[in-house]
């Protein structure tokens, strides 16, 4: 139960910021004094994926910069109308990974528990950008066939938030989901996966960490950094506070063309946050959702970027490289190289 105290302080700051996020494309253009042409292809982009982006992730952007790698991430352009070839909406095969509405199950002993449709981000190469939220949502009734799905299978020992973000809920709706999660028995651990905390750094309030903290299991939080300009002081502050609470943050990001394919950004990116006291954790190739082709980065190239990164940095900063896979048993580990062919071990 979250004490009244910690419900209300910072309530309204954040969804104030909450709503005050960018979703007009006009008005992005003109806060970065961006060329009016832009706006044509974002329009007809934007009417396929909202654009939606808080002005504390706009503030980090460099103003006049087409290229910036912040805006990049969360512009429509009209690359993203382009047909390609193995893109799809549904890239994970997920609709065929749903026990229960709102209950993802894809790997063993965890699931995955779609809490909210809602993002405080709209970011362009979203593999859920085509998810039909409204029909697996969990709330109100459903959120209780996913939990009864939960309770029903023992092999589930870590149950995972995801969404939409699962910050987009209140501290109440969190605190009423990990109170019905923690009667569950062979729930062990949990996770959180979020970009929050990125793009809206009040959104770790009081109440928030109040709630990290009297978690009955173990905790981590996995937020979504992809590139160095995205770790301010604000976000830093917001990454204390919830190390504070004592569960474990890790990174996951998305190889990004135009981003951060390149070995000193990546190199940048891991060192900030480690600074933050983030561990890199994740570094996905690309989801192959339709619109984001624009985004890909060959994998030979990857493998390359990765090993420059290994040669700069120790292997705790080193983040593993993955690619997943529709019916897979896991993330596939993408080696940094092929080993030779008399190679034996
Ligand atoms: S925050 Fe995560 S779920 Fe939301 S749009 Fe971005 S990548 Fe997708």
New binding site residues.
């Given amino acids: 139960m979250i004490p009244a105290r910690h419900q209300d302080r910072h309530r309204e700051s954040w969804r104030e910021e909450l709503a005050e996020a960018i979703t007009d494309p006009a008005e992005l253009l003109g806060a970065l004094g961006l060329d009016p042409a832009l706006l044509t292809p974002a329009l007809a982009a934007a009417a396929r994926f909202r654009l939606r982006v808080p002005q504390a992730f706009v503030r980090r952007m460099r103003y006049g910069d087409a290229r910036d790698p912040l805006l990049r991430q969360v512009l429509p352009v009209g690359e993203e109308l382009l047909d390609a070839e193995g893109y799809s909406g549904d890239p994970l095969g997920e609709a065929a990974a749903n026990p229960a509405p709102g209950l993802l199950h894809k790997y063993h002993g965890r699931a995955l528990l779609v809490t909210t449709g809602a993002?405080a981000?709209?970011?362009r190469y979203?593999f859920?950008?085509e998810f039909r939220y409204d029909a697996q949502v969990s709330t109100g009734g459903r959120w209780r066939a996913a939990l009864e799905a939960i309770s029903a299978d023992p092999t589930i020992e870590e149950v995972i938030l995801s969404?939409?973000?699962p910050l987009s809920l209140s501290n109440e709706r969190l605190g009423s989901l990990s109170g019905s999660l923690a009667s569950i028995p062979h729930v062990r651990r949990l996770r959180v996966h979020t970009?929050t905390p990125v793009v809206l750094p009040a959104r770790v309030d009081e109440g928030f960490a109040h709630w990290l903290a009297h978690l009955p299991w173990p905790a981590a939080v996995v937020v979504?950094v992809n590139h160095a300009q995205e770790i301010d002081a604000p976000v830093a502050d917001a990454f204390a506070r919830m190390r504070a609470t004592g569960v474990t943050l890790l990174n996951q990001s998305v190889l990004l063309a135009g981003v951060n394919d390149d070995e000193g950004v990546l190199a940048a990116l891991s060192t900030a946050l480690f600074d933050a006291g983030v561990l890199p954790y994740y570094l996905h190739m690309l989801d192959r959702v339709r619109g984001a082709s624009h985004f890909e980065v060959a994998e030979a190239r990857a493998q390359g970027l990765l090993r420059g990164l290994a040669a700069r940095l120790p292997g705790y900063l080193v983040p593993r490289l993955v690619r997943e896979e529709a019916g897979a048993a896991g993330k596939t580990l993408i080696p940094l190289s092929t080993p030779p062919e008399t190679c034996k071990l």
Wanted: aromatic share 0%; net charge positive; charged share 35%.
């Fill in positions: 993002c981000v709209n970011c979203c859920r950008r969404g939409g973000d970009r979504h």
